[in-house]
């Protein structure tokens, strides 16, 4: 089934079911030396010379335009753990599943992973459907999942760390540059699921409290390729700027109507949350050049950790290949779970989940920490330029990472947001 034609309810009602199949299943599984087992006989198979660890991506459909090269990035990560001894002297094995751009089958191929590949941890999803329509099976089966991708925030669950920006550290700051920028009045685009839809709710909240005024506001469902009526809307609105949440290969669409309207960076210019480098190349630089993009991470970003990785992901991958924020955080996912392990000192889940607080590692964004509370991390902010060349230089951070706020606790204008 494709990702291509879902409509909302389809997905709601597609999340629903995959919460009752999850809750009803049950399977037995080997137990090995640091297994964690759950209720229902589930468990890790660590008692052999490797440990399987499982990729979870959407290797076909409209979102592998962007999922592909997050999965690339974490068989590099193993790779280069594997070449350096492994985690606690064993290797790892990746343990590759294709969530198709459709969330059942999110579903279904992460039970697969936990009940019949016995794999110790999870790295992968990208929408927040995706990771919502797992989110009760790793519940279920009490084994963790590392998920890669900046998210809408309003979320915390014992068995997700959330290595992507959560709303504070990538949304909020958006919006305040866009703010100083005098780019007040704001045209609300994205994709019909629970991503765009939460973060625009929260933009609405900001712009209520902050001066700002939401001219207009539409999505259109992922894949689509139909964007004529809604740039027409967006060109008339008498908007400053566009807030983007689109995903996938939408953006094509979007962006070549979007000049086709004769519409540019300079009279009306989109900041987007979901485009980065890998986007930037398929899309076309003709149409994203001097475009704004919210992120942790370019592959511009300076520093000794970013050039080591780049260098690295273009000798397995090609020199033509680029890096880019999503990709980085599920390079940096694997060696964080590497430490809680190590620190750990097992592959048993609770006892990795306990060692997690603190855990930081110099990833090519930067140092990053991991929150033990809330299982985000410590995350600076970026905003970013499209250049002429498809890379995107910073044009202004945030002075250092962010402590991460899921439910916007620390705003008073979020309040009753959750």
């Known amino acids: 089934m494709s990702g291509l034609r879902i409509s909302r309810r389809g997905l709601l009602a597609g999340i629903s079911a995959v919460g009752a199949s999850a809750a009803l299943s049950a399977c037995g599984a080997k137990t090995g030396e640091g297994s964690s087992a759950d209720a229902a006989g589930a468990s890790a198979d660590t008692s052999g010379s490797t440990v399987g660890v499982g990729l979870l991506n959407s290797l076909s459909g409209t979102m592998a335009i962007s999922e592909v090269t997050v999965h690339?990035?974490?068989?590099?990560?193993?790779?280069?753990?594997?070449?350096?001894?492994?985690?606690?002297?064993?290797?790892?094995?990746?343990?590759?599943?294709?969530?198709?751009?459709?969330?059942?089958?999110?579903?279904?191929?992460?039970e697969a992973l936990i009940k019949d590949d016995k794999v110790a941890a999870t790295f992968g999803c990208w929408t927040s459907a995706s990771r919502k329509a797992v989110k009760p099976v790793f519940e279920r089966y009490k084994s963790p999942l590392f998920y890669p991708v900046q998210y809408e925030g309003l979320e915390e669950s014992p068995y997700i760390f959330y290595i992507g920006a959560t709303t504070n550290q990538q949304i909020v700051p958006a919006l305040d540059y866009l703010k100083k920028q005098g780019l007040t009045k704001l045209y609300l685009v994205g994709s019909d699921y629970v991503f765009p839809r939460t973060a625009n709710k929260i933009i609405k909240a900001y712009a209520k409290a902050k001066g700002m005024t939401v001219v207009g506001e539409d999505y259109a469902p992922l894949g689509s390729t139909e964007f004529?009526?809604?740039?027409?809307?967006?060109?008339?609105?008498?908007?400053?700027?566009?807030?983007?949440?689109?995903?996938?290969?939408?953006?094509?669409?979007?962006?070549?109507?979007?000049?086709?309207?004769?519409?540019?960076?300079?009279?009306?210019?989109?900041?987007?949350?979901?485009?980065?480098?890998?986007?930037?190349?398929?899309?076309?630089?003709?149409?994203?050049?001097?475009?704004?993009?919210?992120?942790?991470?370019?592959?511009?970003?300076?520093?000794?950790?970013?050039?080591?990785?780049?260098?690295?992901?273009q000798a397995e991958y090609g020199k033509?290949?680029?890096?880019?924020?999503?990709?980085?955080?599920?390079?940096?996912?694997?060696?964080?779970?590497?430490?809680m392990v190590e620190k750990a000192g097992s592959f048993d889940v609770a006892k990795v989940k306990a060692a997690s607080d603190g855990i930081t590692f110099d990833a090519p964004e930067g140092k990053v920490t991991v929150d033990g509370a809330s299982q985000h991390v410590y995350k600076t902010a970026r905003i970013g330029k499209v250049g002429a060349d498809g890379l995107i230089t910073e044009v202004w951070n945030s002075g250092g990472p962010i402590k991460p706020d899921p439910y916007l606790k620390g705003y008073d204008w979020a309040s009753g947001l959750s």
């Open 72 to 110: 690339n990035a974490l068989l590099l990560a193993i790779k280069e753990i594997n070449a350096s001894g492994g985690v606690l002297g064993k290797k790892l094995r990746a343990v590759s599943q294709d969530g198709a751009s459709d969330w059942p089958t999110f579903a279904e191929k992460a």
């Open 228 to 313: 004529g009526t809604i740039v027409n809307k967006v060109k008339d609105s008498g908007a400053d700027a566009v807030f983007n949440t689109l995903n996938g290969d939408s953006n094509v669409a979007f962006f070549k109507e979007y000049k086709s309207s004769g519409l540019t960076a300079k009279s009306m210019p989109v900041l987007s949350v979901s485009i980065a480098e890998e986007e930037v190349k398929s899309i076309g630089t003709q149409y994203l050049q001097d475009q704004l993009t919210a992120w942790n991470y370019y592959e511009t970003t300076p520093g000794a950790a970013n050039t080591t990785f780049v260098a690295a992901y």
């Open 320 to 339: 033509d290949k680029p890096t880019s924020d999503p990709m980085e955080a599920a390079y940096t996912s694997v060696y964080l779970w590497k430490a």
